[in-house]
């Protein structure tokens, strides 16, 4: 389903206010040119925040489309745990930022093999970075200050999983959850459902995480330890991407 009612505008949103308060001082209604945009066609940047949770998040978005008319692109940023028994996981020396493109919505209950999930019901998608969010990566990429996890010809990639609470148990490292396999898989709540919308109404969707910690029972204590720092870093990621742009700000 394409969406209608296309308006000129790049929104960037994340969960709650101080995951994207530095942009929004800096980037709100910031006039920008995408590739091959006149400046008689730049698109405005709008910053927001959707609120935490996948129902919150996707209610909101789409109380603001069916308002004001739906986004050329929508670039979701935030944190997200990392699964511990992930595969090809880098050092943490330096910050961590995914860029997934692949998303699933998969409970522990049923990664333990304690529930299910209906046949009729879809739980993965895969969505693609707009104009803005491929120029960004263009522009940081090569950055020696951070680590850049970003699906590639030759790298499938990060999974991002969500699910609808913040996973407070050990997870077996030993897991064997197919969609998971040979993959480094992070938790989010909002990426799903966010990714859900976007597959639907035919918006291009740029995703950028900070990585604040490992899933489990000190899961939510890393994450309080880590996320400030790694939001203002990964905000400052986005806006040194489109500085050195004469016309951003």
């Not at 790049?10 to 995951?19: L, S």
């Not at 998303?103 to 970075?129: K, W």
């Not at 990585?211 to 400052?236: A, C, D, M, Y």
Request: proline fraction near 6%.
């Amino acid at each position: 389903m394409s969406a209608g009612n296309q308006i000129r505008e790049v929104w960037i949103m994340g969960a709650f206010d101080p995951e994207i308060e530095l942009l929004k001082s800096r980037m709100d209604g910031s006039r920008i040119r995408l590739d091959g945009q006149s400046r008689a066609t730049e698109s405005t940047v709008r910053v927001f925040s959707i609120g935490v949770g996948g129902t919150t998040a996707v209610l909101t978005l789409a109380k603001r489309c069916f308002e004001f008319g739906f986004p050329e692109e929508i670039v979701l940023i935030g944190s997200a745990g990392i699964y511990p028994n992930s595969t090809d996981v880098p050092s943490l020396q330096r910050p961590l930022i995914a860029g997934p493109q692949y998303f699933t919505q998969i409970d522990l209950a049923v990664q333990l093999g304690r529930a299910s999930i209906p046949d009729i019901m879809c739980n993965s998608i895969t969505v693609r970075p707009g104009i803005f969010s491929s120029q960004m990566i263009r522009n940081v990429s090569g950055r020696k200050d951070c680590v850049f996890l970003l699906e590639t010809t030759t790298y499938a990639g990060p999974v991002c999983n969500s699910t609808n609470s913040i996973t407070g148990d050990s997870i077996p490292v030993d897991l064997n959850v197919p969609r998971f396999q040979n993959r480094l898989v992070m938790e989010n709540l909002e990426a799903y459902a966010v990714a859900a919308f976007c597959e639907k109404f035919s918006i291009p969707m740029g995703c950028f995480l900070a990585i604040t910690n490992t899933v489990g029972p000190q899961g939510s204590t890393e994450w309080k330890r880590n996320h400030v720092e790694l939001g203002i870093f990964l905000q400052q990621l986005i806006i040194d991407g489109w500085k050195d742009l004469p016309e951003q700000f």
